[in-house]
C-alpha cells in the first residue's frame, strides 16, 4: 500500500510539470500559423523611391532631307533669228546687268533697212504736213490729204518694224545675273534652236527638297531651315522656306519644298547638293523619362505615385528624344513617376520619395 501510494504522489507531483510542457509545446505548434496571419495583418514597409514629374513636351519633328540648289532665276539664251555671230561681249563668270549686250549677230542688212524706212518716213512726213497745210482751202481735194496722212502712218509702222528686225540681232540680259560659258565664237552660224550661254540670278540661292507627306500638315512658308553643303561643312547656311508645291508625287509620296538661303558673298551655285535641315512643330505630349518606362505583359506602362502609393498607368509609346519617351496615357502633367526603385513595387504598394530628379537629367543618365 505504501508503494501505490508512493508512486501516485510522484505522479500527481507530476502532473503540473507536465502540463506546462503541453502547453508550451502547444503554444510553439501554434505559433506559425498566429506569426502569419500578423503578417499578412501588419502593412508592408514603403519603398524607398526615386521620382521625376512627367512634362508636356511638343512633338517636335527634325528632318535631314537632300536638295538641290538653284538660282533665284535662271534661263539659257538662244536667239531669237538666224544669223553669223559677230561678237561676243561677256565673259564666263562675269556679272552683268539687265540689258547689257551679251552676243551680237550680224546686222548691216538690218541696219540698212532702218535707215530706209526713216528715209520713207522722212518723205511721208513732209508730204503730210505739206497736204495739211492746205486743209479747207480747196486747193487740194480732201482725199489726197487723208492719203498722204496714211502714208505717213505706214512709214512710222515701217520704221518700228525694222528696228524691232534690227533689234532680234542682239541678245541681251533679260535680268542681272552672273554668265556662264559662251558656247559660240565669232563667225559661229547660230538659229534659235542654238544655246548661246546661261544666265543666273544667285544673289540668293534656292535650295529644292521633298518632305514626306505624312508631314504636309506641319509645313508651312516661312519655316527656317539649316543647309550645309560638303564643300563647306562648318559653315551652314540658314534660309527660310519660300513655296510648298499644290501636289503630293503619287509615285514618291513627296511634296516639293523649295526654300531661299542669302548668297551675298556669291559662294553658292546653282546645282549644289545640299544636307536639309528642318524642324517641324507639333502637338503637346505627356512625357517622361526612358527610365521610367516599363514593360509587361499587357504592354508599356509607368509607375505613378499617387496618393504616396504605386499605381501602374498603362502607356503607349509615341516617340523617344534624347533620352525622354512621348507617351499617351492616362498620366497628368506635373504627376510624379518612378525612374528608380522599380524592381520592388507593386500595385498598391506604399512608396517613400527619398529623391527627386529634374526630368531632362533623368532621362539624359
Not at 508592408?44 to 526615386?50: E, Y
Not at 531661299?260 to 524642324?279: I, K, Q
Not at 504616396?308 to 528624344?321: C, F, L, M, T, W
Request: proline share 5%.
Amino acid at each position: 500500500m505504501v508503494f501505490f501510494s508512493a508512486r501516485g504522489d510522484q505522479r500527481n507531483r507530476c502532473q503540473p510539470l507536465l502540463a506546462c510542457v503541453f502547453a508550451v509545446l502547444t503554444g510553439l505548434v501554434g505559433s506559425p500559423s498566429a506569426a502569419a496571419q500578423t503578417a499578412t495583418t501588419r502593412p508592408a514597409d514603403a519603398v524607398p523611391v526615386i521620382v521625376a514629374a512627367s512634362t508636356e513636351t511638343q512633338n517636335r519633328i527634325t528632318l535631314e532631307l537632300p536638295g538641290s540648289g538653284l538660282a533665284q532665276r535662271s534661263v539659257t539664251l538662244f536667239p531669237l533669228v538666224e544669223g553669223e555671230v559677230d561678237g561676243v561681249a561677256f565673259r564666263t563668270g562675269q556679272q552683268v546687268k539687265a540689258g547689257e549686250l551679251l552676243v551680237q549677230l550680224n546686222n548691216r542688212a538690218e541696219q540698212l533697212t532702218v535707215a530706209l524706212a526713216q528715209a520713207q518716213l522722212q518723205t511721208a512726213s513732209l508730204l503730210a504736213s505739206r497736204l495739211e497745210a492746205t486743209a479747207g482751202t480747196g486747193a487740194v481735194p480732201e482725199i489726197e490729204v487723208e492719203q498722204a496722212v496714211a502714208a505717213q502712218r505706214t512709214a512710222e509702222i515701217g520704221l518700228q518694224q525694222a528696228r524691232q528686225a534690227l533689234s532680234e540681232r542682239s541678245v541681251r540680259a533679260p535680268f542681272a545675273g552672273v554668265v556662264g560659258i559662251a558656247e559660240v565664237q565669232i563667225g559661229d552660224r547660230v538659229s534659235p534652236t542654238t544655246a548661246l550661254t546661261t544666265l543666273d540670278d544667285r544673289r540668293q540661292l534656292v535650295v529644292a527638297f521633298d518632305v514626306p507627306e505624312a508631314y504636309i500638315g506641319r509645313l508651312r512658308p516661312g519655316l527656317a531651315i539649316t543647309a550645309t553643303h560638303p564643300a563647306y561643312p562648318d559653315q551652314p547656311v540658314k534660309g527660310r522656306v519660300s513655296e510648298i508645291d499644290s501636289q503630293i508625287d503619287a509615285t514618291l509620296r513627296t511634296v516639293r519644298v523649295r526654300a531661299t538661303l542669302p548668297n551675298a558673298d556669291d559662294r553658292l551655285r546653282t546645282g549644289m547638293s545640299f544636307g536639309v535641315r528642318l524642324d517641324l512643330a507639333g502637338d503637346l505630349r505627356l512625357s517622361v523619362p526612358e527610365l521610367a518606362l516599363q514593360f509587361g505583359r499587357q504592354g508599356a506602362y509607368v509607375w505613378a505615385v499617387r496618393g504616396g502609393k504605386a499605381e501602374a498607368v498603362p502607356a503607349r509609346v509615341v516617340r523617344r528624344i534624347g533620352g525622354m519617351v512621348l507617351i499617351e496615357g492616362a498620366l497628368r502633367s506635373g504627376e510624379p513617376v518612378v525612374v528608380e526603385g522599380v524592381q520592388r513595387l507593386r500595385a498598391g504598394r506604399a512608396v517613400r520619395v527619398v529623391g527627386e530628379r529634374p526630368a531632362a537629367v533623368t532621362g539624359s543618365s
